[in-house]
């Protein structure tokens, strides 16, 4: 039950101890054998769980448009007029509606995968190894994502100002220029970390719990990690914008 | 673990399963949260989205209202464009009427007045011949004259007045009252 806490992953034979240390795993996985690459299989299924999930809802809403919202499409439209606000107050008016789709995209997906994992019963089914839970509390997807965003708002700054947008990292004096290239590392080590650690501790409180005290107890606890999953979501969606619109916005 | 027996008989694959032990699924808790999440968040979206749903629909029912009345001013102008057009044409006529009648007229004056010129004309002409005709009378009667004069000077020689001046006396001497 507890296999979600840290533990050093020893079962492997190597002989060197910085192999050991090196082989710090969060919980356990199941693994996938993809030649010589491991996968995190438990992570891949939850994601295409919740894409699928979230492809088949959008096709159900979307595929009738009516000019008077009705039903489903009401609910899209209001998630997509929420995102459109959340890019307008974050990159601006000029260009905010180029990254309507990616901003929606992170947050719908991350929004998604941390309720899933919240409220579904994932425990039902059980693996060889390891178990399944949200897609965000694995590190992997939540780097992913964060590498997507340092990426477009590379992308978005040098299509917007050319080679003229590296003139930042020397941007209001020159000696701040390391802690300008520093940024570009720590953002997307931010970004991952925080939406990563709040998804796993959450999932860890709620197993602990539920493993101290099956029952009632952990569902004010379950109850607040729905609501920081919500926030988290939000949080990404809403930095990945703030990204986007500080690395476009005129520098005077 | 694996006591639900259909997974056992259809596994999932190789070391999947089935987990059924209620407390170990945390499926009670789970549905609480869920329960709970349902309600009061599915509750607030419902207002939302028909709040959402009620704008909509009033900015529809406002649009068409708008468009309706766009279309009917539209007529309107349409109408009065019409109204326009015919006033134009009337008034086109009108003043082709006119300009004819004020040709016809200018004509006719000039005509008038044509043929007071010629009048005119030959009242003049008709002066001016008798101013003529005057000039060429009196020429005649004062050559006339002077020819008569003339006639008369010549023989007036001294010897004629001699003759005639005796013829006179003589004439007075017999003169007898």
């Not at chain 1, 959008?58 to 929420?82: H, I, R, W």
């Not at chain 1, 300008?180 to 080590?189: G, H, M, T, Y």
């Not at chain 2, 709040?51 to 009917?72: F, K, V």
């Not at chain 2, 109204?83 to 044409?89: D, G, I, Q, T």
Request: one cysteine or more; a negative charge.
């Amino acid at each position: 039950m507890i296999e979600h806490i840290f533990i050093f992953n020893n079962s492997t034979s190597l002989s060197n101890p910085v192999f050991d240390i090196s082989e710090v795993a969060v919980g356990q996985h199941l693994y996938w054998q993809i030649g010589d690459y491991q996968l995190h299989g438990q992570v891949l299924i939850t994601s295409w769980i919740v894409l699928g999930g979230v492809i088949i809802f959008t096709l159900l809403a979307n595929s009738d448009l009516k000019p008077l919202p009705v039903g489903l499409q009401n609910f899209t439209e209001l998630v997509t007029e929420f995102i459109r606000d959340l890019a307008k107050t974050q990159i601006g008016e000029e260009e905010y509606l180029k990254w309507v789709p990616f901003l929606g995209t992170i947050f719908i997906f991350v929004f998604v995968s941390n309720w899933a994992g919240a409220l579904l019963p994932w425990r039902l089914i059980e693996l060889p190894n390891g178990e399944l839970a949200a897609p965000t509390n694995d590190i992997n997807t939540t780097v992913s994502l964060a590498l997507l965003t340092s990426v477009s708002y590379f992308y978005a700054g040098i299509r917007k100002k050319g080679l003229g947008y590296f003139k930042r990292y020397i941007q209001p004096v020159v000696f701040l220029l390391p802690l300008n290239v520093l940024e570009d590392f720590s953002k997307p080590l931010s970004l991952s970390f925080r939406l990563f650690g709040n998804i796993l501790a959450d999932e860890l409180i709620v197993g602990v719990l539920v493993a101290l005290v099956p029952l009632f107890v952990p569902i004010p606890l379950m109850l607040l990690g729905v609501f920081t999953s919500a926030i988290q979501a939000l949080v990404f969606a809403t930095l990945a914008g703030a990204y986007i619109g500080e690395s476009i916005e005129d520098h005077h | 673990m694996n006591l639900l027996t259909i997974f056992n008989i259809l596994p999932l694959g190789e070391g999947f399963g089935f987990n059924d032990n209620i407390l170990e699924t945390n499926i009670i808790n789970l549905a609480a949260v869920v329960g709970i999440v349902v309600f009061f968040v599915g509750k607030n979206f419902s207002i939302l989205l028909e709040n959402r749903q009620q704008t909509i629909l009033n900015n529809l029912r406002e649009a068409n209202q708008r468009a309706s009345e766009a279309l009917e001013r539209y007529n309107q102008a349409k109408k009065q464009l019409e109204l326009a057009e015919k006033k134009a044409k009337d008034i086109r006529q009108e003043g082709t009427l006119k300009a004819r009648q004020e040709k016809e007229n200018c004509f006719n004056q000039y005509k008038l007045d044509l043929v007071r010129l010629e009048e005119y004309k030959q009242e003049t002409l008709q002066f001016y011949q008798q101013k003529a005709f005057q000039q060429i009378y009196v020429s005649i009667v004062s050559r006339a004259l002077g020819e008569v004069k003339q006639k008369f000077n010549k023989p007036l020689s001294e010897q004629f007045h001699a003759t005639i001046n005796n013829f006179v006396i003589a004439r007075l001497t017999e003169y007898n009252p």
